[in-house]
């Protein structure tokens, strides 16, 4: 599905994210069948990573509510996103706590990335606002919101650990 900037991905999630609904209509039907096959997938509950390449123009503040309109890509590994996050000094990385992320594994180019989706729609609350951290990296701690409420995710944070170096 990632083929440059002419990629089904490109396209579609850049009609997605536009602020004209009317751009999405077109993509209804595909994204139907979309979601369905998405739902087949394994489900998975866990910290993810996304990285984005250049300025994210939005403050992220505590207790605020996101929606991701877009098909998201994220990874369970945060070595496979430092290469999304590009060498510009201004990246942005989401430090997302799943619960209905679809495990790609068996069916991705790249098997090595852990790639894991959001699908389009997915909401997400604002954890702490964003650090904004040396060099001009913005990170942003974000939990999804279950549709299920009765569904809880368990502490993604127990796994992360930051460490400084020596």
């Not at 396209?11 to 739902?39: G, H």
């Not at 945060?78 to 992320?101: H, P, Q």
Request: proline residues 3%; charged residues 25%; hydrophobic residues 35%.
């Amino acid at each position: 599905m990632e083929w440059g900037n002419n990629s089904l991905y490109k396209i579609m999630n850049q009609d997605l994210r536009s602020e004209d609904d009317s751009a999405t209509i077109p993509w209804f039907n595909y994204l139907k069948l979309f979601e369905t096959a998405l739902k087949k997938l394994p489900t998975v509950k866990k910290c993810l990573w996304r990285g984005v390449d250049g300025t994210v123009n939005k403050n992220f503040v505590k207790g605020t509510e996101i929606i991701w309109r877009s098909v998201s890509s994220c990874s369970t590994s945060l070595n496979v996103i430092k290469d999304f996050l590009g060498k510009e000094s201004n990246a942005t990385l989401f430090m997302v706590e799943a619960v209905n992320g679809r495990n790609l594994h068996g069916y991705t180019r790249y098997p090595g990335e852990n790639e894991v989706l959001l699908g389009p729609g997915t909401r997400l609350r604002v954890e702490s606002d964003d650090l904004k951290h040396i060099g001009g990296l913005k990170v942003v701690h974000l939990v999804e919101i279950a549709e299920n409420n009765d569904e809880i995710l368990g502490t993604a944070m127990e796994s992360v650990s930051v460490t400084s170096k020596p």
